[in-house]
């Protein structure tokens, strides 16, 4: 799913792309959920940094991709 900011519209990403148990946080090395990308790659961020990051990355990103919400569904299984 692709998040936008109050800082306007993001663009999306592959559709297929879905990250994986291998996708660590840049910040802490858990498991990301949340990829960003930038003029000059992409960043990887666990649930927690990717919501203390948003708001200053919002301005730059290209786009925001995010599968936070598959913890809810984890959560429940």
Same mark, same amino acid.
């Not at 799913?1 to 306007?8: E, K, P």
């Given at each position: 799913?692709?998040?936008?900011?109050?800082?306007?519209?993001?663009d999306?990403?592959?559709? #297929?792309?879905?990250?994986? @148990?291998?996708?660590?946080?840049?910040?802490?090395?858990?498991? *990301?959920? $949340?990829?960003?990308?930038?003029?000059?790659? #992409?960043?990887?961020?666990? @649930?927690?940094?990717?919501?203390?990051?948003?708001?200053?990355? *919002?301005? $730059?990103?290209?786009?925001?991709?995010?599968?936070?919400?598959?913890?809810?569904?984890?959560?429940?299984?």
């Open positions: 799913m692709t998040h936008s900011a109050d800082h306007g519209a993001l999306t990403f592959e559709p #297929e792309y879905s990250l994986t @148990a291998l996708d660590r946080c840049d910040s802490c090395g858990a498991q *990301a959920y $949340i990829r960003v990308r930038l003029d000059k790659g #992409e960043l990887f961020f666990c @649930a927690h940094h990717g919501n203390k990051y948003q708001e200053k990355l *919002a301005g $730059i990103a290209h786009s925001w991709h995010d599968e936070s919400s598959r913890l809810l569904q984890e959560s429940k299984a």
